[in-house]
């Protein structure tokens, strides 16, 4: 039986904890499971644990579990790339399944982007913002992530450009060229990188222009116009095939027997 994941931030070996009532449902009425089953547990920062439902108990029409925190789980959780995404979008839609996307795909964060062509704004109290985290959290459980996607506040392209001088930029752009896979390599794996993906109406001349003066690069993709879901899940994609590239390139290198 596939052992379901919890998201418990801080969990530690040998502590019991109770969870709270939206996961003890989904724990008990949707997965099906019960006292004495083993949960794997997501600590964040990279922590995770066996667990085992120490109880359920029942209070009105809520279930209520606790969970017993056990050994490391040995199972390594999939690693995260170093890679921000900066998307424009005026479709709330998109956006989430844009989230959902990135989390699932491995990649470090999105970052909402003020454009002249599309405007998203993360304001303090916006009931956006928890939904989207929800989305995180759940999307995290679904792939075995250790770590929850990064929301970054809503920014101008310039201000963006400004403060994130360690990564390469690269600007999603229909007709850009197709970089190899050494473009995004650098000694220790992926490069820090920043992919920035525009509106329905694309980039102004003004911004593409401003970004190429920062040095940010163009980059295309084999189908020149995408929605926005789409190319978040090609630059995801991307990253995956530039790892196993260089895996596969590492281990002919080695004289080692490469699939």
């Not at 959780?77 to 479709?91: E, G, R, T, Y």
């Amino acid at each position: 039986m596939r052992l379901h994941r919890i998201w418990l931030p801080g969990a530690r070996e040998g502590r019991t904890y109770s969870l709270d009532e939206d996961e003890s449902h989904h724990l008990v009425t949707v997965m099906r499971r019960g006292e004495g089953d083993e949960v794997v547990v997501v600590a964040g920062e990279d922590r995770i644990y066996l667990g085992v439902i120490e109880s359920v108990s029942e209070e009105g029409d809520t279930s209520l579990v606790k969970v017993t925190v056990g050994e490391d789980y040995s199972a390594p959780p999939p690693s995260v790339k170093p890679w921000l995404v900066a998307v424009s979008v005026v479709k709330e839609r998109n956006l989430e399944l844009a989230i959902r996307m990135l989390s699932e795909t491995g990649l470090e964060g999105i970052i909402p982007l003020v454009s002249e062509r599309g405007q998203v704004s993360l304001k303090a109290g916006s009931g956006k913002i928890d939904r989207w985290k929800r989305i995180v959290l759940e999307s995290a459980k679904q792939c075995g992530r250790a770590s929850l996607l990064d929301i970054r506040e809503s920014i101008s392209i310039e201000e963006l450009l400004r403060k994130e001088t360690g990564r390469d930029v690269w600007i999603a752009h229909p007709g850009g060229p197709e970089p190899s896979c050494s473009a995004f390599l650098g000694r220790d794996g992926l490069k820090p990188a920043l992919f920035l993906i525009g509106p329905e109406g694309g980039f102004s001349t003004a911004e593409i222009a401003l970004c190429e003066e920062n040095g940010a690069r163009l980059i295309g993709f084999p189908m020149p116009v995408m929605r926005t879901p789409v190319a978040v899940m090609m630059i995801g994609a991307l990253g995956a095939l530039v790892e196993m590239t260089a895996a596969r390139e590492r281990a002919d290198e080695d004289g080692v027997n490469s699939c």
